[in-house]
């Protein structure tokens, strides 16, 4: 059983809020069980994530499309994040079913993980998609995964997980109806330590409006939210307990109808052991491009705006453990674009994220 407050800071640097701070607090339980062992249940396992989100909105005076902090929600909620049974069949195939999020395993770059911006997680073209978003934070939806490993180098996994996300503690609750049909997704690639590379698809079953066309009586004309994407992770140099530099990159392209980005791209580099008796010293660079469909640039011409093609963030962020249960991040954002504004007055984030583990 683990027990991790992340509390972070942030200033927006630029805006009607920039003298403001703004408080965020997510606190994470999980527990992990061998079936086996407690019940008899071999090849079986089971894991459960509650989580509890509170605090301010930085975007809301930051004012991007892809968001600036990945614990920020719009309401605050204690939730079963996850709750699924993993049961092993054969050597190499595995089931896993229940509550589940999405992003654990699918369009993921452990590399990107130290970046605080959501953009390095879920693609926003993904992120951004089905009728209250996909089974990712802070929301998820009940799924079957089935994965496949090929030796010890070589993966398949796919899913089929509820259209609609929404877990114990939304004000929906769980949605058992699937009235909005499911979302799929595989994913396919080979993976080692120092190296990954992987592709994707995914595809809803059900129609959804689209973001801005309507038909002759005014209603919005339905679409179908797809897309794929690539990921890749390459160690360019060091090793175990030495420092080491790790890449990444990955890009992801959608339908383009039904929300607000067509795709993008994100890059960056992960640096560990930074410094002798430093073990735990990491730092990350990225950038990440999220790309405005057609659509949405319409939008804003309608509305007097001239737009952009692209969204853009800059991230650079340091992290460090002054104790076996603290670490602390120091993390700088500058966006340019934002809002999908053509020349918007770019706009700089500082963030501090205290993380607290048990």
Known sequence: MHLVETIDIASVARGPDRDRAFVLDDTDLTADADLARLVGWKGARAHVHVMSTMGGRPNDAAGTLQGVDNIEVASHHLRLFEAWIEQRVGTNTTVRSGVYDLNSEFYTNASAGLLISPSFGAGSELAASGPNGPSIFPSTALTVRVEHRFGEVAYLRAA????????????EGVDFSFRDGVLLIGEAGVE???FKLGAGYWRYSKMHDDYTAVDMDGAAIQRRDHGGYVIGDV???GGEGRPTVTAFGRAGLSGGS???????????????HLFAGRPDSQASLGVSRGTTTRGFRTMLLDQGVRPARAETTFELTYSDKLAKWLTVQPDLQFITDRGGV???????VSMLR???SF
Not at 160 to 171: K, Q, Y
Not at 259 to 272: I, Y
């Open 160 to 171: 089929v997980l509820n259209g609609s996300a929404g877990c114990l503690g939304d004000p």
């Open 192 to 194: 080692r330590p120092g």
């Open 235 to 237: 160690q360019l140099l």
């Open 258 to 272: 039904t929300t607000p980005f067509q795709g993008g791209w994100q890059v960056g580099v992960l640096a560990e």
């Open 342 to 348: 053509e020349k918007a007055r770019g706009v700089l």
């Open 354 to 356: 205290l993380t607290i």
